[in-house]
């Protein structure tokens, strides 16, 4: 299977709720970092963490990995309708070379019903 | 705030034609990608540059596809002949050495693609 998988594929919540999405990988990783995409626009860089941290806040953003799973969440407080887009994990896992490619999930589809 | 910019935003070609996407990374950054993202997919990686030279490239970049960086602002990707599966989002992304924030990519806004 592949590396950064999230789920779920699509959610949809009212405006004030909290939404979780979710991000499982593969190969062990060097960090982990989450990126939001409004449709048919780029991507937007949210938030990193690194393999040796366990939680992190960013305003209404909290991340946290599960190195031992594989696993990272995020979680945005309080949505609102401009928080509607596509979220990515992608990761960088540990290699020779010093490119830091990054490897991207299939995204979590986010409505903020208003 | 300074953004990586791309052009065209959307171009579209046919089968078997060259095309150029362009970049402009931010100015002191030191390391340039390209993605692509098919539509309803991932974003893949195809290639990371970096003093002139290819640092690391995907199975996906070919012997068709090429990057350059002409002068001291823009970054290309050429693809030399289209194919239909060419069809895609491409995105420029680049990143600086500084040591606080060396591990975010900055991403453009994408050029769309479409091969016919």
């Known amino acids: 299977s592949q590396q950064g998988e999230e789920d779920p594929q699509a959610l949809s919540i009212q405006e004030g709720e909290n939404a979780t999405m979710n991000c499982s990988y593969k190969t062990s990783i060097n960090n982990l970092q989450w990126y939001r995409q409004n449709s048919g626009r780029g991507l937007v860089h949210l938030i990193l963490?690194?393999?040796?941290?366990r939680e992190k806040h960013s305003g209404r953003l909290r991340v946290t990995l599960d190195t031992s799973k594989k696993s990272s969440s995020l979680l945005i407080t309080a949505s609102r309708a401009a928080d509607t887009a596509s979220y990515f994990c992608?990761?960088?896992?540990?290699?020779?070379?010093?490119?830091?490619?990054?490897?991207f999930g299939k995204g979590t589809k986010l409505s903020v019903i208003p | 705030e300074p953004e990586v910019t791309q052009t065209p935003s959307h171009q579209v070609t046919q089968m078997g034609q060259e095309v150029i996407l362009r970049c402009v990374p931010i100015s002191n950054h030191l390391y340039f990608y390209w993605y692509r993202q098919i539509l309803g997919q991932k974003v893949e990686f195809l290639v990371s540059f970096y003093n002139n030279e290819i640092s690391e490239k995907s199975e996906i970049f070919d012997d068709q596809f090429s990057v350059e960086r002409p002068d001291g602002s823009n970054f290309t990707l050429k693809i030399r002949s289209t194919k239909l599966e060419d069809s895609a989002m491409y995105f420029c992304a680049s990143r600086t050495t500084l040591l606080a924030i060396k591990e975010t990519q900055y991403f453009g806004p994408g050029t769309r693609l479409l091969v016919l």
């Open positions: 963490i690194r393999s040796n941290e």
């Open positions: 992608a990761t960088r896992s540990y290699s020779g070379a010093g490119s830091y490619q990054l490897t």
